[in-house]
Every structure is written in C-alpha cells, then in structure tokens.
C-alpha cells in the first residue's frame, strides 16, 4: 500500500515541477502532461533526496507493485484473501500469474511465494510482539492450515520458534522497564 506520506511527498514533486497528478496507486503516478527530460531528471533527484526512487525499467516497477499487492494483502487488510494468493495478486495487477512470478524472480531473486512467507512471519512477530492473539487465532488470521505449520516456517524464518520469540520480548520489555 502507498503511504499517505509517500503519495504526499511524489504529487509535491510533481507540483513543483508544474506536472499535474491524476493518480497514485501501487507505486504509479499518472500525470496529465507530457514530461520533459529536464523534469524527468529533476524529479528522479528530488524523489531520490526524500528516500524515494523513480523506477523506470517495466520489470521493476512491475516487481514494486507485486510487492506493494502482498505488502497490502498481508499488513493492511483486515481480512486475508480466502482463494490462494496467486490468484488474488493475478486479479489485482490483471496478469497471469505465471508472468509475474517469472518477473518477479527474475528481479529479486526469489520467488513470490517466498516474500509472502517473510511477510507473513514479520506479521506474526507483530502480532506476537502485541500479544493480543495467541497463536491459535494467529495461524487462524494468516491462513495457515495449523499452528503446527505456522510454528515450522516461523522456525524456519527467525531460527526462534514463536513461543521463544514472544518469551524474548517480554524479557526485552521487562528489562527496559526496570531500567
């Protein structure tokens, strides 16, 4: 998901460069003009001083809005898609799913599967650091078929298993209270 901030700071940059923005979404900007090189340039820079980056190259922009899709699916939507993932990411971005795991892999160096696997540990360890779910309703929320399977790949992931992880933060939190 694009954040707020982020959408923010491009139409700024886009502002200031007398280029008006129809849209952002999923790390695209539509603009009403034609760009020239100057502005193009100029916009790289100021997108590249405020932590942001121009993509130009169609597999990598590609590729950020893959991520952007599973980054939304998984941290910001209340409810996981119920169908498997590879549909649901297909249906968003209106490609077969085949050509954009190809893309994908070829980019990052790593398969599709593989960051929704990251990104749902770092949404485990969220949800463990909160401490308002056990693990139960965790594996239950992220879809997993058991807490068995959840506990494997966190393993698999930290090298910790969830209970230790979840044990460690409370340590962490109990000695930084009594600091």
Known sequence: MVSLRCK????????KLGLHCLSI??????????????QH????????SSGLELLEDKKSILTERIKNVIVEMIHYSDIMP???????????????????S?????VKGTTIQQYIIINKIEKVKELLFYDELN????????????????????????????SYFKQLNKNRIHNLENV
């Open 8 to 15: 923010l700071m491009v139409k700024e940059e886009l502002k």
């Open 102 to 106: 190809n893309i994908f892999s070829e």
């Open 41 to 48: 340039e100029q916009l790289r820079i100021n997108l590249l």
């Open 135 to 162: 693990l139960t309703e965790i594996s239950y929320q992220l879809h997993y078929s058991s807490v068995a399977h959840l506990s494997n790949q966190f393993k698999k992931v930290t090298g910790l298993s969830p």
């Open 82 to 100: 119920v169908n498997n993932y590879s549909d649901y990411i297909s249906e968003k971005l209106h490609h077969d799913y085949t050509y954009l």
């Open 25 to 38: 979404d999923l790390g695209m900007a539509e603009i009403q003009e034609e760009i020239s090189k100057w």
